[in-house]
């Protein structure tokens, strides 16, 4: 069995999940709604207050579409409950980030300012000039959105200027040295 499949995924007060034909599974939580299509092999039942994921039999296709299935639930019930976040940084001198509405304005060392608008369901908060939040409940948006941003400037190995997640470390290289 997947060790990561078989557990059961517990539903939270104030969650209701809705099972569909063709196993369209719809989270409703606090924070809003999520729905996804999942894979039709899996079945999906809600038992006493958990769903509980199985699969047909042991080949290895079915094996990893097992811990798959559940982990996709599971992150929808966090997110309906708690949301997701991840915290960009900017390093460099002049680098910084502000709001207008809901487009995020990056000054990144480039000859024009960087406009991103903000996707559906998606919000970014900026703490000063160099922190950017990036919130939401469907965690593949927030991590694809952070993901952009990082893309505009990624970090240097030199300086480390660039953008970069909070929780990452940035591997440094030594300059060039002169001549002896």
Known sequence: MSRIGKMPVAIPAGVTVTIAENNEVTVKGPKGTLSRVLPAEMTIKEEDGHIVVTRPNDLKQMKSLHGLT???INN???GVTEGYEKVLEINGVGYRASKQG?????NLGYSHPV???DPEGIETVLEGQNKITVKGISKEKVGQYA???RDKR???????KGIKY???VIRRKVGKTGKK
């Open 154 to 160: 990624r970090p240097e190995p030199y300086k480390g």
């Open 70 to 72: 559940r982990t996709l």
């Open 76 to 78: 929808m019930v966090h």
């Open 102 to 106: 809901k487009k995020l304005v990056l």
């Open 166 to 168: 909070a929780d990452e």
């Open 147 to 149: 993901a952009e941003i």
């Open 115 to 117: 406009e991103m608008e």
